[in-house]
């Protein structure tokens, strides 16, 4: 009897060696693959196609953008997470919910064993074996690449020999689309001091005239663009379709992996940054400032925590609860300026900005103490600092 076995299926070189390997090893393979955004239906048949060559008994699709959003995006919006203040953590999040949504799926049809592509260089792997680990312990895993250490050429011979004689030259670049970005890896990448030229990113400049975006945030969330009103996954979509035409959101990000070395990547994340910077900027108007402080280092830890695949441990509930308790009152309009390359932020309209309160205008005059009451407020609040001069000098 066969054995049940689900395959995480991305349509690439390594899940089709894996599918095709594991089937000729009498597994009954079932293929899955999990949108996170960036496929088209067109896309998602063209993998369906292909899988079905490569033996698996069945293929499935599972649409996971808003489950995506809700899970994960929101959290990092309310965070303002950019790790190195630079990356929106745009393919670490997407490996996730991935993983999640297949675990689940090969326990409803009682697999055995749940197979992935992952090799044993990266953090993919540590991200997938975790949650599986931790969902289901009883379904093995089995990582044909990694335990082979299999190298491209050896994975297309094996395809060839086995019938399987499909194009699988490398690309020059290797992107990887999703809804709250795209990461861009090349030789340039592999190297400490090399830029992705431009033709490298997806997203050409079109557009070369300023526009300008209005952003409505309520508790947190972004619920219309220019009056619009959408979910907050579908106005990333379109927040992303316009300001991609501007090229802006692109970076190189330099990290440290979970396995400890250290990598470089670049991205275009333009939906992701503008949503960042705006939130931010209204949370700098709406928050006191020990809120402000205190969701500093809140957000450093969630994103952190994200990164290294720790997404199931019940501390990140706990931070997502400060995270949404903290969204209270960001809500209001930002207005977005975009440019060719960059963004400006000029501005908030919100009823609970801080900066409309009645006691005074910062540097102006004031309206809610004397000047009397001033001179003794800084007399009392330099008195530590008073007390350890004379004491150590």
């Known amino acids: 009897m066969s054995k049940k076995l689900v395959i995480a299926y991305s349509g690439g070189l390594d899940t089709s060696y894996c599918?095709?390997?594991?089937?000729?090893?009498?597994?009954?393979?079932?293929?899955?693959s999990v949108n996170t955004?960036?496929?088209?239906?067109?896309?998602?048949?063209?993998?369906?196609?292909?899988?079905?060559?490569?033996?698996?008994?069945t293929y499935k699709n599972i649409d996971a953008i808003a489950s995506y959003y809700d899970k994960v995006i929101k959290y990092l919006i309310f965070g303002n997470v950019l790790k190195n203040n630079t990356y929106p953590l745009s393919v670490s999040a997407e490996r996730i919910i991935q993983a999640i949504e297949i675990i689940e799926y090969a326990k409803s049809i009682n697999a055995e064993y749940i197979a992935h592509g992952s090799t044993g260089a990266g953090n993919d792997q540590v991200r997938f074996d975790m949650i599986f680990q931790t969902l289901a312990p009883n379904i093995k895993i089995i990582t044909p690449i990694r335990d082979g250490s299999l190298s491209r050429q050896e994975e297309i011979d094996y395809l060839k020999d086995n019938g399987i004689d499909m194009s699988w030259e490398k690309a020059k670049y290797s992107v990887n689309k999703g809804l709250w970005?795209?990461?861009?890896?090349?030789?340039?990448?592999?190297?400490?001091?090399?830029?992705?030229?431009?033709s490298a990113f997806p997203s050409q400049l079109k557009h070369t005239e300023p526009e300008k975006v209005v952003l409505s945030f309520s508790k947190g969330e972004l619920v219309a663009i220019n009056g619009e009103e959408n979910s907050p996954e579908i106005n990333i979509e379109v927040l992303n379709t316009l300001a991609s035409a501007y090229a802006i959101g692109r970076d190189i990000h330099v990290g440290d992996t979970i396995v400890g070395i250290k990598g470089r990547v670049g991205f275009e994340a333009a939906a992701a940054l503008i949503i960042i910077k705006a939130h931010h900027l209204l949370e700098k108007h709406t928050l006191t400032k020990w809120q402000l402080q205190h969701k500093d280092y809140m957000s450093n830890f969630y994103g952190m925590h994200l990164h290294e695949g720790q997404y199931l441990d019940p501390v990140m509930r706990d931070m997502e609860a400060f995270l949404q308790s903290s969204q209270d009152k960001v809500t209001g309009d930002v207005f977005v300026n975009l440019k060719p390359y960059h963004f400006d932020l000029d501005g908030i309209s919100s009823k609970h900005d801080l900066m409309s309160a009645k006691f005074g205008s910062y540097g102006e005059e004031n309206k809610g103490w004397t000047a009397d009451e001033a001179k003794g407020f800084i007399k009392i609040v330099g008195n530590q600092n008073k007390i350890y001069q004379q004491v150590n000098n």
């Open 19 to 32: 599918a095709v390997s594991l089937s000729k090893a009498g597994y009954d393979v079932h293929a899955v």
């Open 37 to 57: 955004g960036g496929f088209s239906q067109e896309e998602i048949a063209t993998i369906e196609q292909n899988a079905y060559k490569m033996g698996v008994s």
């Open 181 to 198: 970005g795209t990461s861009v890896g090349g030789s340039e990448t592999l190297t400490s001091e090399k830029p992705l030229p431009e």
